[in-house]
T-cell receptor
Framework: DAEITQSPRHKITETGRQVTLACHQT?????MFWYRQDLGHGLRLIHY???????NKGEVSDGYSVSRSNTEDLPLTLESAASSQTSVYFC?????????????FGEGSRLTVL | SQQGEEDPQALSIQEGENATMNCSYK?????LQWYRQNSGRGLVHLIL?????REKHSGRLRVTLDTSKKSSSLLITASRAADTASYFC???????????FGKGTKLSVKP
């Protein structure tokens, strides 16, 4: 069965360190997304990609970057982790770009920045 | 910016009762989606309703959409303890039409 997997599921890091969260999907979807989920804010879009070599900023992109070198993977990098980036991060993919694209989510990566 | 806002924030009911959650949004939409999230898990798509539809059913789920009031409701009939989860509405927003999620309704169904 097709799936979307995130790793690591849990990570603790220190302020200032670089962190990369991996996202791998086997749906063969062109569209991939990164959201963060915080109490009181719901899910907020960080970055998204509509295909290889395409990346776009979302609502809360400062301090984050993504790269898309193949269809399956969209790693999220925190260049210099800050305590404000402590959150649960979700990767998602969809077949349709807009107007009805159901999102398929990974199980999340819980990041704690000390 | 949040496009959809769910109401209530939390809902506690007994097994067998119906649960109704509401979602209000601000701008015109092409469709609205509902997702479910079990504690510690990712979101799972439940149902999509298009702007030209007024009601849609899927099993025990009934979704309505009132574009004149910019609101949608999700009804879960004959709820079960396994329905305990958070429920989110999502609408298209932003220049690229990406999904924007509300803050969710936390549903607790007591056995």
């Amino acid at each position: 069965d097709a799936e979307i997997t995130q790793s690591p599921r849990h990570k603790i890091t220190e302020t200032g360190r670089q962190v990369t969260l991996a996202c791998h999907q086997t749906w063969n979807h062109n569209n991939m997304f990164w959201y963060r989920q915080d109490l009181g804010h719901g899910l907020r879009l960080i970055h998204y990609s509509y295909g290889v070599q395409d990346t776009n900023k979302g609502e809360v992109s400062d301090g984050y970057s993504v790269s898309r070198s193949n269809t399956e993977d969209l790693p999220l990098t925190l260049e210099s982790a800050a305590s404000s980036q402590t959150s649960v991060y979700f990767c998602a993919s969809s077949a349709l770009r807009v107007h009805g694209g159901e999102l398929f989510f990974g199980e999340g990566s819980r990041l704690t920045v000390l | 910016s949040q496009q959809g806002e769910e109401d209530p924030q939390a809902l506690s009911i007994q097994e067998g009762e119906n649960a109704t959650m509401n979602c209000s949004y601000k701008t015109s939409i092409n469709n609205l989606q509902w997702y479910r999230q079990n504690s510690g898990r990712g979101l799972v798509h439940l149902i999509l309703i298009r702007s030209n539809e007024r009601e849609k059913h899927s099993g025990r789920l009934r979704v309505t959409l009132d574009t004149s009031k910019k609101s949608s409701s999700l009804l879960i009939t004959a709820s079960r303890a396994a329905d305990t989860a958070s429920y989110f509405c999502a609408t298209e927003g932003g220049s690229q039409g990406n999904l924007i999620f509300g803050k969710g309704t936390k549903l607790s169904v007591k056995p």
